[in-house]
């Protein structure tokens, strides 16, 4: 079936950029997304891609597709402690349906 | 803020005993879908609602089951409550169009179950 692979856990400095992985199994998707989840609370859309894109930049988070490798990451500029939380990446199936298929996501933590 | 809210936001239950939980979706958006998320876990795709009928579905027993009415808005309801049932269940809402699917898919806050 369709799987979704993260690293658990990511330790950065402030101000440093951070690099958050992503693998996923099925070819079939048509938009993969990063969502960002602080404690207690749901999920917050950062950004999404189409499948036919290989990078999309949205002020200080760049977004990168390799369809051939099924791998997309999430680079964030300037990391600042607001930035740490729970990143999850998702990827969305044809179909029509609003299935996505998440990562267990990974923990960002940002230190000065 | 995006739009999607949902309700109660915490409530506790017993075993065996049924519950409802509550979704308006953002304005435009037609089509909810739902999602359970264990402590510690990504979310997991419950099922999705448009035009007011079930057209998806996750891996959850029928026990699980919703409606979505002529508002857009949204109802998931959980019989016999089991004690795996405790989790986080969001709410999700997206614009379908005739042909192509929008990207966009908005999650609310959360109602967040513990069954005893």
New interface residues.
């Given amino acids: 079936g369709e799987d ?1 692979e993260q690293s658990l856990f990511l330790s950065v400095r402030e101000g440093d950029s951070s690099v958050i992985n992503c693998t996923y199994t099925d070819s079939s998707s ?2 993969l ?1 990063w ?1 960002k989840q602080e404690p207690g ?5 950062l950004t ?1 891609i ?1 499948s036919n894109m290989d990078m999309k930049q949205d002020q200080r988070l760049t977004v990168l597709l390799n369809k051939k490798d099924k791998h997309l990451s999430l680079r964030i500029a300037d990391t600042q402690t607001g930035d740490s939380a729970i990143y ?1 990446c ?1 990827v ?1 199936l044809s ?11 990974t923990r960002l933590a940002v230190h000065p | 803020e995006t739009g999607v809210t949902q309700s109660p936001t915490h409530l506790i239950k017993t075993r065996g005993q049924q519950v409802t939980l509550r979704c308006s979706s953002q304005s435009g958006h037609n089509t909810v879908s739902w999602y359970q998320q264990a402590l510690g876990q990504g979310p997991q795709f419950i099922f999705q609602y448009y035009r007011e009928e079930e057209n998806g579905r996750g891996n959850f027993p029928p026990r699980f089951s919703g409606l979505q009415f002529p508002n857009y808005s949204s109802e998931l309801n959980v019989n016999a409550l089991e004690l795996d049932d405790s989790a986080l269940y969001l709410c999700a809402s997206s614009l379908v169009g005739t042909s192509e699917v929008a990207g966009e898919l908005f999650f609310g806050e959360g109602s967040r179950l513990t069954v005893l």
């Avoid at chain 1, 179909?95 to 996501?105: E, Q, R, V």
Wanted: aromatic share 30%; charged share 10%.
């Fill in positions: 979704v048509t938009y997304y969502y609370a749901g999920l917050q859309l999404y189409f999850f998702a969305r179909g029509g349906y609003n299935k996505l298929i998440f990562g267990a996501g």
